[in-house]
T-cell receptor, first 111, second 114 residues
Framework: AQSVSQHNHHVILSEAASLELGCNYS??????LFWYVQYPGQHLQLLLK??????LVKGIKGFEAEFIKSKFSFNLRKPSVQWSDTAEYFC?????????FGTGTRLLVSP | GAGVSQSPRYKVAKRGQDVALRCDPI?????LFWYQQALGQGPEFLTY????????KSGLPSDRFFAERPEGSVSTLKIQRTQQEDSAVYLC????????????FGQGTRLTVV
């Protein structure tokens, strides 16, 4: 069965620090991968997605993620975080129809 | 509307009560999904519709959970005889294409069973 795992449950950073959130998936077939963000009190929003092609994907708000097939990973990165990036981040993947989420990472950025 | 709309935003139910949660997807979206998000967890898949057809209901936790989308637009998730473990945020998402190429989420309904 397809699964997605996120290793960092809580991350605390200072503004301007670099961010990398881990995501690993297990699925043998073609996989589509996503990162969603949920700001406090708001709905899930798509940050970026990978379907095929260039494994380095750029999303909104300066985020990017790299698909490394050999490591079954799709880590999220941002070179310099801002206080407004405080949110919960979810990695998700699908082989067909069903979008499977990781447990999420709560990011707190202190000013 | 411009986005996925869910109602009510908050629902408190007494144990044993039946509840109905509504989802208005983005107009014209073919696919509709329901997820359950418990506190501190990621969203868990419940069920998937393509137009009015329920193609996957493997995530529904028990036969107390029932979802429908009779005209291929608005969907209702019904929970009968609610129990405390049903307390969670119920998320609805819709997608313009078959499957989950890109899903747009509503703000969810927070259900608390007391």
């Amino acid at each position: 069965a397809q699964s997605v795992s996120q290793h960092n449950h809580h991350v605390i950073l200072s503004e301007a620090a670099s961010l990398e959130l881990g995501c690993n998936y297990s699925y043998g077939g073609t996989v589509n991968l996503f990162w969603y963000v949920q700001y406090p009190g708001q709905h899930l929003q798509l940050l970026l997605k990978y379907f095929s092609g260039d494994p380095l994907v750029k999303g909104i708000k300066g985020f990017e993620a790299e698909f490394i097939k050999s490591k079954f990973s799709f880590n999220l990165r941002k070179p310099s975080v801002q206080w407004s990036d405080t949110a919960e981040y979810f990695c998700a993947g699908t082989g067909f129809q069903k979008l499977v989420f990781g447990t999420g990472t709560r990011l707190l950025v202190s000013p | 509307g411009a986005g996925v709309s869910q109602s009510p935003r908050y629902k408190v139910a007494k144990r044993g009560q039946d509840v109905a949660l509504r989802c208005d997807p983005i107009s014209g979206h073919v696919s509709l999904f329901w997820y359950q998000q418990a506190l501190g967890q990621g969203p868990e898949f419940l069920t998937y519709f393509q137009n009015e057809a329920q193609l996957d209901k493997s995530g529904l936790p028990s036969d107390r959970f029932f979802a429908e989308r009779p005209e291929g637009s608005v969907s209702t998730l019904k929970i009968q005889r609610t129990q405390q473990e049903d307390s969670a945020v119920y998320l609805c998402a819709s997608s313009s294409l078959r499957g989950t190429t890109e899903a747009f989420f509503g703000q969810g309904t927070r259900l608390t069973v007391v």
